[in-house]
């Protein structure tokens, strides 16, 4: 009798344990997004307050991408921004050893849940999203990070690394239209200085004030002008008067002076509202980036 309930026993037992064992033997199926998260973490060395704090590189990354440009921008835009920023944040770390809170914009989440109010939890999303999807990719020229220059929005041209930085960098050396456009309603502003102001700010008479011999470089920004026969650089008025470009004209109104300036930034390598338009047309992130960039590859950051 014993026999039999034990025979009973192991004949209903016996499937159960099968299944167990079958189910801890098949291996995890793994999704894209799995072995993205499974990619090694990079860590930086962040001075923020005077105080370096060691974290993850993607930690940094969502406060930067989402302090430089509207959360709403297309996906692909998003994560063009997040391989550039990650870019030139490895480089940082790499030349001097730690990356700060004004090599790029930052904010804390502190800051950005301040900026984005209720929008917070679907815009942090978003930046988290663009981050992750791109984890550990950079952009390389000959196997090296590169200085992955951006900037808000052209006048409808880049320029050149040369021009700006006094630095001849191959992938950033060509002068290429962009994507933006007037249709921007910011890529036209004026700024009006007074008279007073304009000829106390740069030291000159007011008498007798002429504004000529201005040259433009083949991107339409000014190279050099010259005030009250004074030589300056388009770059020298822009820092001096707090202009958004380069790419700007001064007329005398009466007593004022009125800047009118296209787009916004530097110009070199790659504008954010064009990459944004070139996502909107249906370039990817790769495209994007290999436009801005020439030569360039898109690669995993190899710890």
Known sequence: MKNKILLSIIIILLPITVFMLSKQASPKPQNSSDQTSQAKEIYIDLLINNEKKHIPLEEYLVSVVGAEV????????????AVASRTFALYQENTRGYVTTTDQAYNSLEELQQKWQDNYYTYLKRITDAVNMTKNQVITYNKKLI????????????????????ES????NTIMPTFDNEKNT?????????????????????????????ITDYSKRIETLSINKKTYTGIEIRKIFDLR???????VENNDIIFTTKGYGHGVGMSQYGANAMAKEGSNYKDILEYYYQGVTIEEYKI
């Open 186 to 214: 910011k890529f036209k502003v004026t700024k009006k200085v007074s008279k007073d102001e304009f000829c106390k700010t740069l030291n000159i008479d007011c008498a007798a004030l002429t504004i000529n011999n201005i």
């Open 70 to 81: 509207p959360a709403l921008f297309d996906m692909e835009a998003l994560k063009s921004q």
């Open 245 to 251: 470009s380069t790419d700007f004209t001064i007329t």
């Open 169 to 172: 960098l191959p992938y950033l």
């Open 147 to 166: 200085k992955s220059y951006f900037y808000a929005m052209s006048n409808g041209y880049t320029t050149t690394s040369l021009s700006v930085f006094n």
